[in-house]
Each structure stands twice: as structure tokens, then as C-alpha cells.
């Protein structure tokens, strides 16, 4: 990986504190290659123990993460995880030492239930096009099925209530996963697409009136 992952972990180390336990979100859309960067930070921080907790570990059960529908946006968005477990689960893992950097790696964590808890944060930054290609790859996907929807449509809700790339202590460009590099926040391709649909629906609008 480039040198930009190690300014990551330059810049969180100055960030958190060191004598007590810190949390440190690792966010991004599916696909964006969220667990392994995770693993290359820990294997990267030193000096302390860490903690890893992964997003996907607290799932609803499926009666609730489905009850809008299996192909829903807003059901993936809203109901997929228990989201006061998770934030239970980051401020005591079970068996950290009082020092521990608790890193949690998933989708949705700087929404407005989760971003509090967060001493320093990343969001991975992959274009949807990118996330769609690998996630067919990864687990056997079709082109055309209904799940990328879901998935894209959820984390384009997520993007219009939280702005994530704004959120966060740094934004990185995981395009290219071997070569990770920080971008600023308003040039990353979330903020695009955003201004993208933003200008799209003002278009539809004008062209309906």
C-alpha cells in the first residue's frame, strides 16, 4: 500500500487519546474494501492493543432487516442494523484493556446515531460503479440483481442524510486498494454523485413545470 496509508496512521495516532481507549470508524459503501483496510491499519498501529469490531457482526434478524422488503433501500438503510448494540459493543468491547483502540469497520457509521462516538474516522471513498463490479465478484452477483439496488439506493439515502465525506476525519480514495491516497472531502466521488442526483432531480423539476 502507499505512503497515504501510512499518513492515516500518522494522523490518527496525533489524534486520539493514548493512555485511555479511543474509537475509530472505518466506514464506506459495500465493496469499498472496508475490512481489509481496517486489517492494514492494525497491522500498522503500534504500541497498543486493538480492538476490531465489524459493523456486519450486528445485523438485525432477517424479520426485522426485511419487513420493508428484501430488495427495499430504505429497509437496508434503516433497519439492517441493531445500531444501539453496535455503539454498546464500541464503547466496551468485551475483554479490551483500558488502552485499546477499538476499530470498527462498516456502512452507515457517521449516520447521526453512530457519529458521536467516533474519536477519529475514515471514509473510504469508491465510486458505485467500482463497489457494483467487485461485489459481483465477491459474491456472484448478476449485473442485474435486485440487490445492488438495494445496497446503492440505501447508501444514497445515507449519503443524503449524513454527508459522510463531511464527517469524517479523513477521506480516502480506496479506488485503487493497493494504492489508497487522501483526497479532500468535496472531490471524492460520493460527494459527485450527490451533486449529480442533486442536479439531475433539479432538471427533472424544471422540465416538469
Given at each position: 500500500?502507499s505512503?497515504?496509508?501510512?499518513?492515516?496512521?500518522?494522523?490518527?495516532?496525533?489524534?486520539?487519546?493514548?493512555?485511555?481507549?479511543?474509537?475509530?470508524?472505518?466506514?464506506?459503501i459495500?465493496?469499498?474494501?472496508?475490512?481489509?483496510?481496517a486489517?492494514?491499519?492494525?497491522?500498522?498501529?503500534?504500541?497498543?492493543?486493538?480492538?476490531?469490531?465489524?459493523?456486519?457482526?450486528?445485523?438485525?434478524?432477517?424479520?426485522?432487516?426485511?419487513?420493508?422488503?428484501?430488495?427495499?433501500?430504505?429497509g437496508?438503510?434503516?433497519?439492517?442494523y441493531?445500531?444501539?448494540?453496535?455503539?454498546?459493543?464500541?464503547?466496551?468491547p468485551?475483554?479490551?484493556?483500558?488502552?485499546?483502540?477499538?476499530?470498527?469497520?462498516?456502512?452507515?457509521?457517521?449516520?447521526?446515531?453512530?457519529?458521536?462516538?467516533?474519536?477519529?474516522?475514515?471514509?473510504?471513498?469508491?465510486?458505485?460503479?467500482?463497489?457494483a463490479r467487485?461485489?459481483?465478484e465477491?459474491?456472484?452477483?448478476?449485473?442485474?440483481?435486485?440487490?445492488?439496488?438495494?445496497?446503492?439506493?440505501?447508501?444514497?439515502?445515507?449519503?443524503?442524510?449524513?454527508?459522510?465525506?463531511?464527517?469524517?476525519?479523513?477521506?480516502?480514495?480506496?479506488?485503487?486498494?493497493?494504492?489508497?491516497?487522501?483526497?479532500?472531502?468535496?472531490?471524492?466521488?460520493?460527494?459527485?454523485a450527490?451533486?449529480a442526483?442533486?442536479?439531475?432531480?433539479?432538471?427533472?423539476?424544471?422540465?416538469?413545470?
Amino acid at each position: 500500500m502507499s505512503d497515504d496509508l501510512d499518513a492515516v496512521v500518522e494522523r490518527l495516532t496525533r489524534a486520539i487519546p493514548q493512555d485511555t481507549s479511543a474509537r475509530v470508524a472505518v466506514d464506506g459503501i459495500g465493496a469499498s474494501g472496508k475490512t481489509r483496510f481496517a486489517s492494514s491499519l492494525t497491522e500498522r498501529v503500534t504500541g497498543r492493543p486493538v480492538v476490531v469490531l465489524h459493523a456486519d457482526d450486528f445485523f438485525n434478524p432477517p424479520s426485522v432487516r426485511h419487513a420493508r422488503g428484501r430488495s427495499s433501500p430504505e429497509g437496508f438503510w434503516l433497519d439492517a442494523y441493531d445500531l444501539g448494540a453496535l455503539a454498546a459493543a464500541a464503547r466496551e468491547p468485551p475483554g479490551a484493556t483500558r488502552d485499546a483502540l477499538v476499530l470498527v469497520e462498516g456502512a452507515f457509521l457517521h449516520r447521526d446515531e453512530l457519529v458521536g462516538l467516533w474519536d477519529f474516522s475514515v471514509f473510504l471513498d469508491v465510486p458505485f460503479a467500482e463497489a457494483a463490479r467487485r461485489m459481483s465478484e465477491r459474491d456472484g452477483l448478476a449485473p442485474d440483481d435486485p440487490r445492488h439496488g438495494r445496497y446503492e439506493g440505501a447508501q444514497r439515502l445515507y449519503f443524503a442524510a449524513a454527508g459522510p465525506w463531511g464527517r469524517a476525519s479523513l477521506v480516502v480514495d480506496n479506488t485503487r486498494p493497493d494504492s489508497p491516497r487522501l483526497v479532500e472531502p468535496a472531490r471524492s466521488a460520493a460527494a459527485a454523485a450527490v451533486a449529480a442526483s442533486t442536479a439531475g432531480g433539479a432538471q427533472a423539476s424544471s422540465a416538469a413545470t
